[in-house]
C-alpha cells in the first residue's frame, strides 16, 4: 500500500464497495479509524454515521470497515480537510521572536492585543500591501 492507503479505504467505503480488495493483514495494519472516520465527517450527510463509529471505538477495524461498506450509499466523493483558520496574530508572534507555532501558542496567552499591535509595527517594513 502507498501513503494514501486511507485514500484508498474512503474510496472502498464510498465508492467501490470492494471489501475483498484488502486483506485481514492490510486492514489490521493500514486501516486509520480515526483518519477514516474524519474523512467520512467531512460529509454532512455521513457526519452521524462517522459519530456512531466513534462511540464505538472499540470494535475491531475490520468490523468498522464492514459497517461503514454496509450503510454508506454508493456515491463518487472526494477526500475532504477543513483548512485551518489563520490566526494574523500568531503569525506576528512567531515572525517577530523566530519561533515555531508550538512556542507561540503560550505567548498569546501572555501578550495583550496592544503589545501584538506594536510588535506588528514593529515587523512592518513598508511598501504596498
Same mark, same amino acid.
Given at each position: @500500500? ?5 485514500? /484508498?479505504?474512503? !474510496?472502498?467505503?464510498?465508492?467501490? +464497495?470492494?471489501?475483498?480488495?484488502f486483506?485481514e493483514?492490510? *486492514?489490521?495494519?493500514? /486501516? +486509520?479509524?480515526?483518519v =477514516?472516520?474524519?474523512m467520512?465527517?467531512? /460529509?454532512s450527510? %455521513?457526519? %452521524?454515521l462517522?459519530?456512531? @463509529?466513534?462511540?464505538?471505538h !472499540? *470494535?475491531?477495524?475490520?468490523?468498522? %470497515? ?5 450503510v454508506?450509499?454508493? +456515491? ?8 485551518? +483558520? #489563520?490566526n494574523?496574530? &500568531? ?6 521572536? !523566530? *519561533? ?7 505567548? &498569546?496567552? =501572555? &501578550?495583550?492585543?496592544?503589545? =501584538?499591535?506594536?510588535l506588528?509595527? *514593529? &515587523?512592518n #517594513?513598508g511598501?504596498?500591501?
Amino acid at each position: @500500500m502507498t501513503t494514501t492507503t486511507s485514500s /484508498y479505504f474512503f !474510496n472502498a467505503v464510498s465508492y467501490t +464497495k470492494d471489501r475483498e480488495q484488502f486483506t485481514e493483514g492490510e *486492514i489490521n495494519k493500514d /486501516y +486509520k479509524p480515526y483518519v =477514516i472516520n474524519r474523512m467520512v465527517a467531512g /460529509y454532512s450527510d %455521513l457526519v %452521524l454515521l462517522a459519530d456512531a @463509529m466513534n462511540n464505538s471505538h !472499540n *470494535i475491531p477495524k475490520d468490523h468498522q %470497515l464492514d459497517f461503514y461498506m454496509s450503510v454508506i450509499p454508493k +456515491k463518487k466523493r472526494r477526500v475532504v480537510w477543513a483548512a485551518k +483558520k #489563520k490566526n494574523d496574530d &500568531l503569525e506576528t508572534v512567531m515572525d517577530y521572536y !523566530n *519561533i515555531t507555532q508550538e512556542k507561540a501558542d503560550p505567548y &498569546l496567552a =501572555i &501578550l495583550s492585543h496592544k503589545q =501584538i499591535i506594536v510588535l506588528r509595527d *514593529i &515587523l512592518n #517594513k513598508g511598501g504596498r500591501t
